[in-house]
């Protein structure tokens, strides 16, 4: 049994919809390598999604993020085989309720199918070493392609059991023993999803998944890669709350690119090398250009302000502050970036006509689609809930349901056996 049982891991989760449990996942993890493999495995480790609570697509332009680790995780159990290159992986990380099987030749890393095997093949080629055969098993309750980082959860998750796995190798070769620092931990996971899975990300998912920590929110410099832990806990009043539109931010891969290029055009016609060096009077610069550019940049200037404020309030647990904040980035991730969709906004407006309860609400991640973040007051939860279920169903998103989670931060990945 995991150190994490009960008491700790599950304690953060509240399943208002029921995701596995962390022992449910880690015990079936277990009991699939004994099948498949007819052995034990001898390491496992963990990486956890994240949500972003303030700083939406800033992470590429230079700003302040503050995203929190969640309690949801990918495991990973395995041990090396008889094989020189081979790797064995058994995963429902597609979502399919039976796991499948893939195959590779370690020695031979390039990008195919099944898709989510490219996150894993990307990190291992990024790695860089000589690397053992090994047998795997990954299993998951981080919800799949609902903006949560299921797939930096998996490429933190890659790197940490490949790090466990080759660390007698650093025993008897001193070469190796350099150990990766957390930022180039992050940094070689972005590098796996750029060039593996072909997604332009930045790099606060990764970075939230190696560095999170309980109870706390990490604010990142995107700029330097500082990171500072922010106490963030719940106690007994507050809760944060995801809900899950169930609409797959599919589009979010041809439209990410799209805004990036329009941000790195418009921090071209502001004539400056940072949008942290940008206030909302630079925008003057942009008359005459194409109104798009004014209202991207005129979203990345003020979420980088709001993001520094809403560290603050949470340094001062001025939470009211901390959900105008957030309310505040919705209208402008809606309005200026356009990245929100007809559910997330539904989402959103039910959760702040919550008034007496709800201090906040915005879409969180890369959007079109996947879930809204949500501060409240922790009594009124079930209400806001039943409401927010209610207003969804009955608004014209094609008999869809969302889906909760309650959350507190969790840690950043570990080995945990
Ligand atoms: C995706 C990307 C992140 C970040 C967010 C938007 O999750 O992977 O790097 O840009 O979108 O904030």
């Known amino acids: 049994m995991s150190s994490e049982s009960g008491s700790t891991a599950m304690a953060n989760v509240m399943l208002t919809d029921p995701v596995p449990a962390f022992d449910t996942i880690y015990e079936d993890a277990i009991k699939t390598f004994r099948d498949t ?85 990307g990190v291992l080629k990024c790695f860089g070493k000589q690397l053992p055969g090994f047998d795997a098993v990954i299993l998951t309750n981080v919800p799949i392609g609902g903006g949560l980082s299921s797939s930096a959860a998996l490429e933190v998750a890659t790197l940490t059991f490949i790090q466990a796995l080759t660390e007698a190798d650093n025993d008897k070769n001193p070469e190796n023993t350099k150990s990766l620092t957390q930022k180039q931990q992050a940094l070689l996971c972005q590098k796996a999803e750029h060039e593996f899975a072909g997604m332009p990300c930045g790099v606060m998912d990764q970075l939230i998944s190696v560095c999170g920590k309980r109870d706390h929110a990490l604010l990142i410099d995107c700029q330097t890669l500082d990171i500072f832990q922010i106490p963030f806990e719940m106690g007994d009043d507050l809760a944060v709350l995801i809900c899950n539109s169930n609409v797959r931010h599919e589009l979010s891969h041809s439209e990410y690119p799209t805004r990036r290029n329009q941000c790195a055009q418009a921090l071209e016609l502001l004539r400056l090398n940072s949008y942290k060096d940008a206030t909302i009077k630079s925008l003057d610069a942009l008359k005459g250009s194409d109104e798009v550019f004014t209202r991207r940049a005129r979203h990345v200037i003020t979420e980088i302000q709001r993001t520094r404020e809403a560290a603050e309030a949470l340094r001062k647990k001025d939470f009211i502050e901390m959900g105008r904040l957030m ?38 991640g890369g959007g079109f689609g996947g879930c809204t973040v949500t501060l409240l007051r922790k009594s009124d939860i079930n209400n806001v809930i039943t409401h927010i279920k209610t207003i969804y169903s009955a608004n014209g998103t094609n008999g869809r349901t969302a889906s909760f989670y309650v959350v507190q931060p969790g840690d950043g990945t570990r080995r945990i056996m």
């Not at 302040?64 to 290159?85: D, W």
């Not at 370690?106 to 099944?114: D, E």
């Not at 970036?337 to 559910?343: K, Q, T």
């Not at 997330?344 to 906040?360: F, Y």
Request: aromatic share 6%; proline share 5%; glycine share 6%.
């Open 327 to 364: 309310n505040e980035s919705h209208e402008s991730l809606r309005d200026d970036f356009e990245v929100s969709c007809a559910e997330l906004d539904i989402l959103v407006e039910a959760a702040i006509s919550c008034s007496a309860s709800v201090l906040g609400s915005r879409m969180t």
């Open 37 to 121: 493999f007819d052995a034990q495995p001898d390491v496992a480790v963990c990486a956890p999604g994240r949500v972003n609570l303030i700083g939406e697509h800033i992470d590429y332009n230079d700003g302040f993020v503050l995203p929190m680790a969640l309690p949801m995780v990918t495991i990973i159990v395995g041990k090396r085989n008889q094989t020189k290159s081979t790797a064995n992986v058994v995963t429902c990380c597609d979502g399919a309720d039976d796991p499948t099987t893939v195959s590779f030749d370690l020695n031979n890393l390039t990008v195919g199918t099944p898709k989510w095997a490219n996150y894993i093949k």
